[in-house]
């Protein structure tokens, strides 16, 4: 596609449901990106996809948190037994090879509401 | 641990007024840096971005960011600020020791008055 999609654009769910963010990365690119910016913070890292590589999962905030790349293309997000500090813009962002600054290039977010 | 620091988080400026945010990061090695923009109702977007050479980078719509290793910088300027430069800016960190790892700040809000 022409940019990064990432679906739903809104959620609202209650505590305790899990919840599924997806992302699709513009064509070609190897490497994805997760984000979470919550009010008044930075972006804050989650996961990195490379390629067939082991994904970098060092910025998950809890066991709660997965996510999966499909076919090295679309990527899901998962937040389980979802908590009320999950709340926050869930970002995603696709790069070309994945090589050391590279630039990003980032979808439109998930606005993510626990009630 | 590695981190990026925006201390400026609301800064309000005239139009044609000077500016500059401030980006201090913490990591002793080689890194990249990068300045992104995030305006109104758009995606994260990139503004500039250092790698290596001359410090002084040049990025769109006027903007610079110079890159001072000694005190672990790279704020970014601009001699006359317009009223679509309101925007969120973040300063980004990615050490050359890992691909993966870009460090965000917790950006700085700009509004220019018109």
């Known amino acids: 596609g022409a940019g990064v999609s990432q679906s739903p654009s809104n959620k609202v769910t209650e505590k305790g449901k899990d919840v599924e963010l997806r992302c699709d990365p513009i064509?070609?690119?190897?490497?994805l990106y997760w984000y979470r910016q919550s009010l008044g913070q930075g972006l804050e890292f989650l996961i990195y996809?490379?390629?067939?590589?082991?994904?970098?999962k060092s910025g998950l905030p809890s066991d709660r948190f997965s996510a999966e790349r499909t076919g090295g293309s679309v990527s899901t997000l998962t937040i389980q037994r979802t908590q009320q500090e999950d709340s926050a813009v869930y970002l995603c962002?696709?790069?070309?090879?994945?090589?050391?600054?590279?630039?990003?290039?980032f979808g439109s977010g998930t606005q993510l509401s626990v009630l | 641990a590695q981190s990026v620091s925006q201390h400026n988080h609301h800064v309000i400026l005239s139009e044609a007024a000077s500016l500059e945010l401030g980006c201090n990061y913490s990591?002793?090695?080689?890194?990249?840096l990068f300045w992104y923009v995030q305006y109104p109702g758009q995606h994260l977007q990139l503004l500039l971005k250092?790698?290596?050479?001359?410090?002084l980078v040049k990025g769109i719509k006027g903007f610079e960011a110079e890159f001072i290793k000694s005190k672990f910088s790279f704020n970014l300027r601009k001699p006359s600020v317009q009223w679509s430069d309101t925007a969120e800016y973040f300063c980004?960190?990615?050490?050359?020791?890992?691909?993966?790892?870009?460090?965000f700040g917790s950006g700085t809000r700009l509004s220019i008055r018109p």
């Open positions: 990591y002793g090695g080689t890194v990249n």
């Open positions: 064509s070609g690119h190897t490497a």
């Open positions: 250092y790698f290596s050479g001359d410090p």
């Open positions: 980004a960190v990615n050490p050359y020791s890992s691909a993966s790892k870009i460090i």
């Open positions: 996809f490379q390629g067939n590589s082991a994904p970098d």
């Open positions: 962002a696709s790069s070309l090879g994945g090589q050391g600054g590279e630039k990003l290039f």
